[in-house]
């Protein structure tokens, strides 16, 4: 029987009975169900599920306000009596802290892509730091990994860290084929390869070596830049491997990148004990002073240097030393079906006067001139210098600009002019004299630290020039003094200039050392247990403001945050609070000539794990 076509007019509408709306909400459930769990979707959902969960069994703020008002009652723990100070110790026993949940074994506040990804997508403003309010994290501890150990001791760490540490197998799974990484037994293995360069970084290195000075000394600090731009994207140079290969030719290279898709490069990196650190370069200058590295590299990173009228290559001009040089691999360099970002990246280093070394392959080489650059030019991107009022060096949540920065008051700053390695280490910059009296502090600084290393290795019996420590942080560095007299250890220390002191990181750079800004008040760009030592001169000015002298945060909520960065089994110069975080401490006096009010308190970070319940649910 065929069908009737019948005219529009008389055709029935339809109507939906309630067995039509019946199945088709059973269709969506089925629908939504398959989505859940065939699909990465219900993994995110879950974990968002089971951290607000966490959050709001954990957030207890009266808990918090507690805590506080019991640590920040003093305002030195260590002027307190013996008698007063034993009372509070004992007190301070029934204040434990408990554990976050599993899901938070690798946190970080300030770059949480559940909080970011509700934020403004331009110019990737998303993907910068945005910290909660210390009332908005829970007060728990950050909790290993079911199975973490002890990390693989450096210089085997540069090609081996433990699975267990790090149970991530997206970027093995990816990268394998590229020589990135791979699974090996119990261990994840790094090849030292990479998407541009299958051979690996040492011959990438080699090729670079045959037009810039890599040995010698000439070069000492270089930026890494494994900042993308476009979605899941992104690349860290062979997961930092061009900068642990690096180091044997004395080049002490910083890399950072965004937390990524790949899940997760720094924290590699770091596992590695190659430096290292999370950044997006997207609306902020990045947290580093005016020319401050020799070398500036950009492996398949991705970042559109052209685009907002050269924002991007602006702001690494302002990070380069005069003479230093820039090398960019893949894209745009003769890139296929990229022609025309190619020529705009070219025509900008020709506004700026910088010399084009090499193009081989899709590798280019950079050198910047050694004075200030040729603008105002004619340039198709609108290029002027920044007014005399603009400091270049100002750099902490400090928006990018459209002008490039001046040498300013010194031109001491070249390749050229600043002291080989080592002999730069223990030269006076003259960027120092931007300080009062900045030589003969400088000189008083690196004499005490001398010194003072010294007891710690004599006296206190950390373990200093042993693979028990590689990756150090010095919380309040001002000159750097306190690495420069670990130049001679296996490790690196990451030099951090609290935002609201004197900008005194520019030294510590041209010393050949590295380091950022930050404020202490808010938690610090890295992953859970990376820093195997932290060291702090002043703990409580931290946290205290530079002009009223009153808290403009919590020791509580810095002390948290110093047990997150820190490794399990490893030893720190810290401030009290240590038993509510499960550490253990001494006390000691400070070498002799040192003053006789000073004391020196040393803690260990005990390793301990969540019930096997908890780990599991993981």
């Given at each position: 029987m065929g069908f009737v076509n019948l005219p529009v007019a008389k055709r029935l509408p339809r109507h939906w009975r309630l067995l039509d709306v019946v199945s088709a909400i059973l269709f969506a459930f089925v629908m939504?169900?398959?989505?859940?769990?065939?699909?990465?979707?219900?993994?995110?959902?879950?974990?968002?599920?089971?951290?607000?969960?966490?959050?709001?069994?954990?957030?207890?703020?009266?808990?918090?306000?507690?805590?506080?008002?019991?640590?920040?009652?003093?305002?030195?723990?260590?002027?307190?009596?013996?008698?007063?100070?034993?009372?509070?110790?004992?007190?301070?026993?029934?204040?434990?802290?408990?554990?976050?949940?599993?899901?938070?074994?690798?946190?970080?506040?300030?770059?949480d892509p559940r909080?970011?990804?509700?934020?403004?997508?331009?110019?990737?403003?998303?993907?910068?730091?945005?910290?909660?309010?210390?009332?908005?994290?829970?007060?728990?501890?950050?909790?290993?990994?079911?199975?973490?150990?002890?990390?693989?001791?450096?210089?085997?760490?540069?090609?081996?860290?433990?699975?267990?540490?790090?149970?991530?197998?997206?970027?093995a799974e990816r990268k394998?084929?590229?020589?990135?990484?791979?699974?090996?037994?119990?261990y994840f293995i790094f090849p030292g390869g990479g998407t541009m360069f299958p051979d690996g970084a040492v011959q990438y290195i080699d090729k670079l070596r045959q037009y810039i000075p890599i040995s010698g000394g000439t070069l000492r600090t270089a930026l890494d830049m494994g900042c993308g731009y476009e979605?899941?994207?992104y690349f860290l140079n062979f997961v930092a491997?061009?900068?642990?290969?690096?180091l044997k030719e004395d080049i002490l290279t910083l890399s950072f990148a965004p937390r990524d898709s790949h899940k997760s490069q720094i924290q590699f990196a770091?596992?590695?004990?190659?430096?290292?650190?999370?950044?997006?370069?997207?609306t902020h200058r990045l947290p580093f002073p005016a020319h401050s590295f020799d070398l500036i590299h950009c492996s398949r990173c991705l970042i559109p240097f052209s685009a907002s009228n050269g924002t991007y290559f602006i702001e690494v001009d302002r990070l380069l030393r005069p003479d230093g040089y820039l090398v960019i691999s893949g894209p745009p360099v003769q890139w296929p079906k990229q022609d025309k970002e190619w020529a705009d990246l070219q025509s900008l280093a020709r506004a700026l006067c910088y010399e084009l070394i090499v193009v081989d392959g899709n590798t280019v080489i950079w050198k910047k001139p050694s004075g200030d650059s040729c603008l105002p030019n004619q340039n198709e991107f609108g290029l002027d210098t920044c007014s005399d009022s603009d400091d270049p060096s100002e750099a902490w949540y400090f928006d990018l600009k459209g002008c490039v920065s001046k040498l300013s008051v010194?031109?001491?700053?070249?390749?050229?002019?600043?002291?080989?390695?080592?002999?730069?280490?223990?030269?006076?910059?003259?960027?120092?004299?931007?300080?009062?009296?900045?030589?003969?502090?400088?000189e008083a600084d690196r004499r005490r630290w001398a010194r003072r290393v010294a007891h710690y290795r004599e006296v206190l019996g950390l373990k200093l020039g042993t693979p028990a420590v590689r990756n150090v942080m010095d919380m309040n560095a001002f000159f750097g003094g306190f690495a420069a007299a670990l130049s001679s250890d296996p490790l690196w220390v990451m030099n951090v200039i609290p935002a609201r002191k004197p900008f005194t990181l520019d030294v510590i750079y041209d010393r050949g050392l590295i380091g950022v800004y930050h404020d202490w008040c808010e938690p610090f760009s890295s992953y859970p247990r990376t820093y195997d030592l932290i060291h702090v001169d002043g703990i409580l000015s931290l946290v205290k403001g530079p002009s009223t002298g009153k808290n403009r945060c919590s020791i509580v909520d810095l002390m948290m945050e110093m047990d997150r960065l820190l490794r399990p089994k490893t030893i720190e110069k810290v401030a009290r609070m240590a038993r509510a975080v499960r550490w253990t401490v001494s006390v000691?006096?400070?070498?002799?000539?040192?003053?006789?009010r000073e004391r020196v308190l040393v803690a260990t970070k005990e390793l301990w794990k969540l019930p096997q319940g908890a780990a599991s649910s993981r």
């Open positions: 939504v169900f398959f989505l859940l769990v065939f699909t990465s979707l219900g993994d995110s959902v879950a974990a968002s599920g089971r951290r607000a969960l966490s959050l709001s069994s954990l957030s207890d703020p009266r808990q918090r306000e507690r805590f506080v008002a019991f640590f920040d009652e003093d305002e030195d723990p260590l002027k307190q009596s013996r008698g007063g100070r034993r009372g509070r110790d004992k007190s301070a026993e029934l204040l434990v802290i408990a554990a976050c949940s599993a899901e938070e074994v690798d946190h970080m506040p300030c770059e909080r970011n990804s509700q934020l403004s997508r331009h110019m990737n403003f998303y993907r910068e730091r945005h910290c909660p309010l210390p009332d908005e994290t829970p007060l728990c501890l950050i909790p290993p990994p079911d199975g973490y150990r002890i990390p693989v001791p450096w210089p085997e760490s540069l090609h081996k860290i433990w699975h267990s540490n790090m149970p991530h197998n997206k970027l394998g084929h590229q020589g990135w990484m791979k699974e090996e037994g119990p979605l899941y994207l491997s061009f900068g642990g290969f690096l770091l596992e590695r004990g190659i430096p290292a650190f999370v950044a997006m370069l997207g010194t031109r001491a700053t070249s390749v050229g002019s600043i002291p080989s390695w080592p002999e730069r280490l223990v030269k006076t910059p003259a960027r120092a004299s931007l300080i009062k009296n900045g030589f003969d502090v400088f000691h006096v400070a070498e002799a000539e040192s003053s006789s």
